[in-house]
T-cell receptor, first 114, second 113 residues
Framework: KQEVTQIPAALSVPEGENLVLNCSFT??????LQWFRQDPGKGLTSLLLIQSSQREQTSGRLNASLDKSSGRSTLYIAASQPGDSATYLC?????????????FGGGTRLMVKP | DGGITQSPKYLFRKEGQNVTLSCEQNLNHDAMYWYRQDPGQGLRLIYYSQIVNDFQKGDIAEGYSVSREKKESFPLTVTSAQKNPTAFYLC????????????FGQGTRLTVV
């Protein structure tokens, strides 16, 4: 069964730091990987989608990479700001036992201090 | 505006009562999903639908039911058989189930009173 793990579970950094969030998955036979942001009590906002054939995607200060063979993805946030404080979730589509379903990691709760 | 609308935002259920959560999308998406999120935990899939009049159980379907009579709508009923229904419920949709981006609604928080 596909399993997704995110490390660290929580992260607190001062404003301006560059940071990396990690996501790993057990089965590399995925269709894509998606990074989401969730603010407290809110739904999920899609940040980046990486197809299985791609290595990375960029949007503004965000860069996500995918190494399918090793089952890993990283989300790089440059020059972090207090407004980046949220929970970041990664999800993979596909894999053993997952078919056409998204499997989510537990999330990384990020706090950026002014 | 295009998007996914969930209602209500907050819902309170008495013991033994069935309640229905609404999810509507105007994105012309084929696939729709229901997830449950408990505090400090990841999202778990309840049901998903790839096309009108068809749906499949996810990992935690017991105590829930769905229907997909229209492409735009995928309501979720939390039945009295669900023993621990207090949670945050999220609806999502995508153009098709394989390889495309999923979009989420703002969620419904269900509390048993």
């Amino acid at each position: 069964k596909q399993e997704v793990t995110q490390i660290p579970a929580a992260l607190s950094v001062p404003e301006g730091e560059n940071l990396v969030l990690n996501c790993s998955f057990t089965d590399s036979a995925i269709y894509n990987l998606q990074w989401f942001r969730q603010d407290p009590g809110k739904g999920l906002t899609s940040l980046l989608l990486i197809q299985s054939s791609q290595r990375e995607q960029t949007s503004g200060r965000l860069n996500a990479s995918l190494d399918k063979s090793s089952g890993r993805s990283t989300l790089y946030i440059a020059a972090s700001q207090p407004g980046d404080s949220a929970t970041y979730l990664c999800a993979v589509l596909g894999g053993i036992g997952a078919g056409n379903m998204l499997t989510f990691g537990g999330g990384t709760r990020l706090m950026v201090k002014p | 505006d295009g998007g996914i609308t969930q209602s209500p935002k907050y819902l309170f259920r008495k013991e033994g009562q069935n309640v229905t959560l609404s999810c509507e999308q105007n994105l012309n998406h084929d696939a729709m999903y229901w997830y449950r999120q408990d505090p400090g935990q990841g999202l778990r899939l309840i049901y998903y639908s790839q096309i009108v009049n068809d749906f499949q159980k996810g990992d935690i379907a017991e105590g829930y039911s769905v229907s997909r009579e229209k492409k735009e709508s995928f309501p979720l009923t939390v039945t009295s058989a669900q023993k621990n229904p207090t949670a945050f419920y999220l609806c999502a949709s995508s153009y098709r189930t394989g390889g495309t981006e999923a979009f989420f609604g703002q969620g419904t928080r269900l509390t048993v009173v």
